[in-house]
């Protein structure tokens, strides 16, 4: 699909025909910011908030266990599956310190955090996806899932808690 001066319905009609896509993918062949994307996505499927609640999103995140860390770069998809380590300032960095996951991410270029709840490839999933001001996404976290693949039941709850809690900060 190629650009058109009304990206909202691009996105739409490719979310309708590709409905299980990856949204940097649909950005791709939109010509959409991943953002836009996100912004199209049905309310029961993403919950948009300020990126100011970076720190404590991380941190109610380190309580949850097992995660996946994911970084869609659109030619190199890298996951990193493991316990989210709890973070710390220092230099302008959110630090984390920890194995398999580990590194240094600069909160300040947060600007929105999404909470996302929807099929991807034929799968439910549940994941918090952190966004720059320039609309793209800089990593997402998916939560966890048991020997049978499905989502675990407890990140589910929490994060539901977590979505709703900060969503009722947001002014309507």
């Given amino acids: ?14 979310l309708a025909a590709h409905p299980g896509s990856a949204l940097e993918d649909i950005a791709t062949r939109t010509g959409a910011s991943f953002a836009e ?5 049905p309310m029961d499927e993403a919950v948009l908030v300020p990126g100011t609640a970076f720190e404590e999103i991380m941190a109610e995140i380190a309580r949850w266990g097992e995660i996946t860390l994911v970084m869609n770069t659109g030619d190199v998809i890298l996951e990193a599956k493991g316990d989210l380590p709890p973070g710390s300032v220092a230099q302008g960095f959110f630090n984390l310190h920890g194995k398999p996951i580990g590194g240094h991410i600069r909160a300040g270029a947060c600007a929105q955090v999404a909470f996302v709840a929807r099929s991807l490839f034929g799968m439910d999933t549940r994941s918090v996806q952190f966004l720059d001001a320039q609309g793209g996404c800089l990593f997402k976290i998916y939560l966890g899932r048991d020997a049978n693949r499905a989502l ?17 900060r947001v002014p309507a």
């Fill in 37 to 41: 994307v996100l912004a199209c996505l």
């Fill in 152 to 168: 675990i039941p407890a990140q589910v709850a929490a994060f539901e808690t977590l979505r709703d809690r900060l969503a009722d």
């Fill in 1 to 14: 699909m190629t650009p058109t001066s009304d990206p909202t319905a691009a996105i739409r009609a490719d």
